[in-house]
């Protein structure tokens, strides 16, 4: 576990740590070297700050593309520490904010409380403990995880988003009015403000455990409703192994969980409408036939007139139509004909590429390529005529921050999966929701 750190909180020293960061980087990269030094800062000074800071540094230690390739290695090594556990707060700080929020002294809310934390994370802290099972009942107490918030996150995460605002208006006068700067922005505050809301998260720990309810393969945490509040989340302790050792399991098991981790991110787009924007390889826990899926503080509901045309594309694929694919592309994004729009339907239909073939083998350079591409076609919508260009809607900022996590994720697996049979297995329930208008 990592060291205490007081999380600063003001705008303008959270600002200032983040400039040093970039401008040590930059320094790393124009002296060809491996970045190594410069890693090790950026990973300190992001732990430090955790919030949004922590969260760019997450990215960069699994999204294959984001670091050049030359300090590529150095960076993922330096990053993965700030994956596995940012900073904690101290233990103190923590049995203060349980008390006040639960109104109650930790010892009687309790039965034992582990003071050292399990995980840290950007938000907030995951400590082991037990509670007492309910009354009249014989069992033992119930283990159970109990995440905690950061003591002063409010303040930091607003600091950041204040910051973000500054990174639109050097956004605007870069790429002008054209792309949808300020209803990004918007959307990126809103979600890492609900990220702030443990009650929200556990309405939706119960909406997604609704929404695959029945398959044995995905597992959900119980959400402990009398101690949990808008800071604190209790819910059931569950028990497996990390992503990391999930990644040296024997193919038939990672091709399982690869397959089963695509069910889960697809069966909630096409069937629920609803996807968890945070593949974060820390969210997932391991077991002989099952996958735990831990966070639920990013979720982005799907408008249901994008889904209809989402599933005609998977459909598409599935069928290997790529006239229709390219159709219901071009309805989904509004899209003027021309130049940027052969090449956004170029680029999507290679995002789909594990749909068209059965089964598929997800690599990391493929990842990467795709984040190479996707600098390429901003470059492209810069330069074509008004009568040519469409802004990409601000909805698809998370979509495609879960795309490139989420393929990073399944890289690491390193299988062939067929992803196309799994969305076969349930689209019967994709054609029930759309037989009743949904």
């Known amino acids: 576990m990592t060291e205490e750190r007081k999380l600063p909180e003001g705008r303008l020293g959270r600002l200032a740590r983040l400039a040093g960061v970039g401008l040590r980087t930059g320094v790393s990269m124009i002296g060809d070297s491996d970045g190594a030094a410069a890693a090790k800062h950026a990973a300190e000074v992001l732990g430090t700050l955790r919030g949004l800071a922590a969260k760019v540094g997450q990215m960069a230690s699994y999204v294959d593309g984001v670091v050049p390739e030359g300090q590529r290695a150095a960076y993922e090594t330096a990053m993965k520490g700030l994956r596995a556990a940012t900073p904690t707060s101290s233990f103190p700080e923590i049995q203060r904010s349980i008390e006040e929020e639960l109104r109650a002294p ?10 050292v934390p399990i995980a840290s994370a950007s ?111 209790t819910t059931e302790f569950m028990h ?32 629920h409408c609803h996807f968890n924007a945070d593949p974060h390889p820390g969210n997932y826990l391991f077991r002989d036939g099952a996958v735990v899926f831990l966070d639920f503080g990013c979720v982005q509901p799907i408008p249901l007139a994008n889904i209809r045309l989402a599933r005609v ?64 076609m901003a470059l492209a919508a810069r330069k074509v005529d008004e009568d040519e260009f469409f802004a990409m809607p601000e909805e698809m900022l998370f979509m495609n921050r879960l795309q490139f996590g989420f393929y990073s994720v399944l890289a690491r697996l390193d299988v062939e999966a067929d992803y196309s049979g799994v969305e076969r297995g349930f689209w019967p329930a994709v054609d029930a929701m759309a037989s009743t208008g949904r």
């Open 313 to 376: 594309m998977h459909a598409a694929a599935q069928a290997r139509d790529e006239r229709a694919f390219a159709d219901g592309f071009a309805r989904l994004l509004n899209a003027k004909p021309g130049a940027l729009l052969d090449i956004a339907v170029a680029y999507t239909r290679t995002c789909f590429e594990p749909l068209w073939h059965r089964p598929y083998h997800l690599t990391r350079a493929f990842v990467a390529a795709l984040v190479e591409r996707t600098k390429e």
């Open 106 to 115: 930790l010892d009687r809310l309790f039965v034992r409380f582990d003071e």
């Open 123 to 233: 938000i907030g802290q995951v400590h082991r403990a037990w509670i007492a099972p309910p009354e009249g009942a014989r069992d033992e107490p119930l283990e159970v995880a109990v995440k905690v918030q950061h003591p002063g996150i409010v303040k930091a995460i607003d600091a950041d988003l204040a910051n973000a605002g500054m990174l639109q208006v050097v956004l605007g006068s870069v790429a002008g009015k054209r792309f949808k700067t300020k209803e990004q922005l918007a959307m990126v505050r809103q979600r890492f403000r609900e990220e702030l809301d443990y009650a929200l998260e556990a309405e939706r720990l119960r909406m997604f455990a609704r929404f695959h309810e029945g398959d044995e393969t995905i597992r959900i945490p119980v959400v402990h409703d009398h101690r949990s509040t808008g800071r604190v989340l």
């Open 240 to 271: 497996g192994t990390s992503f990391d050792e999930a990644c040296g399991a024997d193919v038939r098991e990672r091709t399982f969980f690869a397959e089963t981790m695509w069910r889960f991110v697809y069966k909630g787009n096409l069937v």
